[in-house]
T-cell receptor
Framework: GENVEQHPSTLSVQEGDSAVIKCTYS??????FPWYKQELGKRPQLIID?????GEKKDQRIAVTLNKTAKHFSLHITETQPEDSAVYFC?????????????FGKGTHLIIQP | DTGVSQNPRHKITKRGQNVTFRCDPI?????LYWYRQTLGQGPEFLTY????????KSRLLSDRFSAERPKGSFSTLEIQRTEQGDSAMYLC?????????????FGSGTQLSVL
């Protein structure tokens, strides 16, 4: 099955600086890579996603890049704000062998320092 | 509210008791997923349905766990003879397969505490 590794586990940045979270996946058949933001006690919310036929996608201050050859993808947040503080999860969709659920990384706790 | 709804939000039970959770997906979504999340971890896939058919079960889903989606709408997840290790947040998600973006939308979860 799919295995997703995410790092760092904790990231502290100054407000206004950029934050980068990286993930690697194991199954080359995976073709869908979403990122979720989870605030304390709340549901995971999809913030951006990318498919394997695209190398980069942007949505305002958030961007995701995908390197299929290296099997890694990254989340970039620019001009960070206090409300960006949360746990961020990357995920990969395993398309082979019949399993169809997302496999998540262990999460990155992003702390925005004022 | 047209999002994914889960009930109850919290459940405290004694070891050995049975518990049942309910999930109401977004109405037009044909896929429904159950995940489990423990503190400091990402959600772990348990099982999913397409309409009323249960298509996949994770190895994490022991024989004490059973899920149903009898009419292809809401789903229930039952845990029999609960153990302390079952304590976790149980998340439900839904999606519309066949759309160009098969995005998963999560509910707020049911927090289970087994004493």
């Amino acid at each position: 099955g799919e295995n997703v590794e995410q790092h760092p586990s904790t990231l502290s940045v100054q407000e206004g600086d950029s934050a980068v979270i990286k993930c690697t996946y194991s199954d080359s058949a995976s073709n869908y890579f979403p990122w979720y933001k989870q605030e304390l006690g709340k549901r995971p919310q999809l913030i951006i996603d990318i498919r394997s036929n695209v190398g980069e996608k942007k949505d305002q201050r958030i961007a995701v890049t995908l390197n299929k050859t290296a099997k890694h993808f990254s989340l970039h947040i620019t001009e960070t704000q206090p409300e960006d503080s949360a746990v961020y999860f990357c995920a990969a969709r395993y398309s082979g062998g019949g399993a169809d659920g997302l496999t998540f990384g262990k999460g990155t706790h992003l702390i925005i320092q004022p | 509210d047209t999002g994914v709804s889960q009930n109850p939000r919290h459940k405290i039970t004694k070891r050995g008791q049975n518990v049942t959770f309910r999930c109401d997906p977004i109405s037009e979504h044909n896929r429904l997923y159950w995940y489990r999340q423990t503190l400091g971890q990402g959600p772990e896939f348990l099982t999913y349905f397409q309409n009323e058919a249960q298509l996949e079960k994770s190895r994490l889903l022991s024989d004490r766990f059973s899920a149903e989606r009898p009419k292809g709408s809401f789903s229930t997840l039952e845990i029999q003879r609960t153990e302390q290790g079952d304590s976790a947040m149980y998340l439900c998600a839904s999606s519309l397969i066949g759309s160009t973006n098969e995005k998963l939308f999560f509910g707020s979860g049911t927090q289970l505490s087994v004493l």
